[in-house]
T-cell receptor, first 111, second 111 residues
Framework: KNEVEQSPQNLTAQEGEFITINCSYS?????LHWLQQHPGGGIVSLFM???GKKKHGRLIATINIQEKHSSLHITASHPRDSAVYIC?????????????FGEGTQLTVNP | DAGITQSPRHKVTETGTPVTLRCHQT?????MYWYRQDPGHGLRLIHY???????DKGEVSDGYSVSRSKTEDFLLTLESATSSQTSVYFC??????????FGQGTRLTVV
């Protein structure tokens, strides 16, 4: 079992829909990251969370430390949101700041 | 954007040849990481560095070596490239108390 599990693996939505991607982890963490990767592209950080909730434009990320669960929400989805979304965690204090990754969620938003 | 660049961006090499990938950062981060990204496996840690001349192995380190002679540069070397090392390689910094920043990636093909 992977230390970081994402669901769903693939998600297809119509433009305008509200989207949720989930991430569960099994280790103690100091931070959780949501990353975005467009096809053939680099990896961009969307959020870093250690508690609570953050919002950037149409993107919202939440984390529940007790339940070891995080969600990424996209409101009013748009075709340009089509990408792979990756959840990653920074484990406890002894592991530096290296990341452990989920396998990613492929999101396709159709016009 | 964080200053982290990788070179080369693309490389095709023959089996058995040595290959060196370079990661350069201008953020003065102590920790630097090399990951590889493969379909079905997501991103996996190859090696990391926690300071000049201080490096350690990740989960997929066999066949790879690294060096860090300056804070800003972290080199990944494939001593004798094999087809199983065909992959996309990402360098990264940050992740504990800061967002994680990734280089643009290097697409390596071993023929």
């Amino acid at each position: 079992k992977n230390e970081v599990e994402q669901s769903p693996q693939n998600l297809t939505a119509q433009e305008g829909e509200f989207i949720t991607i989930n991430c569960s982890y099994s280790v103690g963490i100091s931070a959780l990251h949501w990353l975005q990767q467009h096809p053939g592209g680099g990896i961009v950080s969307l959020f870093m969370l250690s508690s609570g909730k953050k919002k950037h434009g149409r993107l919202i990320a939440t984390i529940n430390i007790q339940e070891k669960h995080s969600s990424l929400h996209i409101t009013a989805s748009h075709p340009r949101d089509s990408a792979v979304y990756i959840c990653a965690v920074t484990e406890g204090e002894t592991s530096g700041s290296r990341l452990t990754f989920g396998e990613g969620t492929q999101l396709t938003v159709n016009p | 954007d964080a200053g982290i660049t990788q070179s080369p961006r693309h490389k095709v090499t023959e089996t058995g040849t040595p290959v060196t990938l370079r990661c350069h950062q201008t953020e003065n981060h102590r920790y630097m990481y090399w990951y590889r990204q493969d379909p079905g496996h997501g991103l996996r840690l190859i090696h990391y560095s926690y300071g000049v001349k201080d490096t350690d192995k990740g989960e997929v380190s066999d066949g790879y070596s690294v060096s860090r002679s300056k804070t800003e540069d972290f080199l990944l070397t494939l001593e004798s490239a094999t087809s199983s090392q065909t992959s996309v390689y990402f360098c990264a910094i940050g992740g504990r108390r800061t967002e994680a920043f990734f280089g643009q990636g290097t697409r390596l093909t071993v023929v």
